[in-house]
């Protein structure tokens, strides 16, 4: 079975987006409450009408043990589904994709999934809320060779899958430049991106390295907020307040990282995995998508996705996004909010919100005319997990 007569039975029926940015003064919950009480207004929906409840917290605790935390303070009194989930940004996806199964058989109606964080605050940069993951308290076995070697922190693993692929595929960091050069071209025409402000190749070269290859404009912000989906049945969907961004497809890809001799994460990710299962079920090619929004943590992982999903051969991402088609007016419309270098890291929920704003055709100045069919990703971890969800506003 491929999964085809899944497709287009559960649909995301309701957006809710939380102040964001550097807002202080307020912890997690607070935003994503905000982000809830939208996303049901958005469906046109009531709050007890809400049966279902799926959490995944950043850095910042939210909502306590399996989400009941968090299910207390929203005052949600008639679940049928709650749970805490996380694989990094890879989750915004799985959780809609739990949540689809749900809706289509008939175990809950409607069901949140949402992520908030706060990892800023006043008079503190916003690496400091991330300075100590994956760097382990107390390295042992092969885990200590990465700080026995002086590789600590997110930021130098994908510094180090960066420069594999430069080195297998002779891969450029003015072609990483171009990847943020196109998305922030997007986010000037976005109201709520925290960069709209033009920028040039120049200024990204000008940019300071973080952990070489990667200067601080490969690398994604941080954001204080919340974003909150609602996912329904289809045939319900139709009748509610917004236009439905069905779910054809959706996968997963895990493929692990074994640390071994032929083991190449760094350049080999799960999309490939993720992708066959979510295409099957879509019944679609990569020729049919016609906007993507990339998981982008870095700019490289946008390069890495672009060749393990098929749209240019595996070594080919550098030439590929150099001709600037990733940008507006390009041939490949990518994170046509700004997405994580320049709009708002919302882990997952980033590329996912942005999705569906184009799959309803609200996306104002920035909204692509065809968008008949919409690709998110989603990859957590230090390319260790992958997740696919393909929208469109058909209903078959």
């Not at 236009?243 to 080999?268: L, S």
């Not at 150099?322 to 041939?331: E, I, V, Y």
Request: charged share 15%; glycine share 16%; with cysteine.
């Amino acid at each position: 079975m491929d999964g085809r007569e899944l497709r287009a039975r559960a649909a995301i029926t309701g957006l809710g987006m939380s102040e964001m940015g550097r807002i202080y003064g307020h912890d997690a919950q607070h935003f994503a409450a905000e982000a809830v009480q939208r996303a049901i207004a958005d469906a046109g929906l009531r709050k007890d009408q809400i049966d279902g409840l799926l959490v995944n917290p950043g850095v910042s605790p939210l909502g306590g043990m399996g989400g009941v935390g968090l299910q207390n303070y929203l005052g949600l009194t008639h679940l049928r589904l709650l749970s805490s989930m996380n694989c990094g940004g890879a989750t915004a996806n799985v959780m809609v994709q739990y949540a689809a199964m749900q809706v289509i058989h008939g175990l809950a109606n409607h069901v949140v999934c949402v992520f908030a964080d706060a990892p800023l605050a006043e008079g503190r940069g916003g690496g400091a809320a991330y300075a100590g993951m994956g760097r382990p308290t107390r390295p042992s076995g092969m885990g200590g060779l990465y700080p026995a070697f002086g590789v600590f922190g997110i930021n130098a693993h994908y510094a180090l899958a960066a420069r594999r692929h430069m080195a297998m595929y002779g891969t450029t960091t003015d072609q990483l430049g171009a990847i943020a050069v196109a998305e922030r071209a997007w986010a000037g025409k976005n109201p709520i991106a925290a960069h709209r402000e033009p920028m040039t190749l120049d200024d990204y070269r000008a940019s300071r390295w973080v952990a070489e290859p990667l200067r601080l404009l490969d690398c994604c912000l941080v954001t204080n907020g919340g974003v909150a989906v609602i996912v329904s049945r289809a045939d319900e969907a139709r009748d509610m307040a917004q236009p439905p961004a069905y779910v054809w497809g959706m996968g997963q890809g895990h493929p692990g990282d074994m640390r071994r001799k032929g083991w190449d994460v760094e350049t080999q990710t799960g999309a490939p995995m993720s992708k066959e299962k979510a295409f099957a079920m879509a019944g679609i090619g990569v020729g049919d998508v016609d906007v993507l929004q990339a998981y982008d943590c870095y700019t490289y992982t946008v390069l890495v996705t672009l060749e393990d999903y098929g749209f240019c051969a595996k070594g080919e991402g550098g030439p590929f996004v150099a001709d600037g088609k990733l940008g507006p007016g390009g041939s490949l419309p990518t994170n046509t909010g700004g997405g994580q270098l320049s709009a708002y890291y919302m882990w997952g929920m980033t590329p996912l919100s942005e999705g569906i704003i184009q799959t309803r055709g609200q996306g104002n100045e920035r909204q692509v005319a065809k968008h008949d069919i919409v690709l998110v990703t989603g990859n957590g971890g230090i390319l260790d997990h992958h997740s696919t969800l393909v929208l469109s506003p058909n209903a078959g």
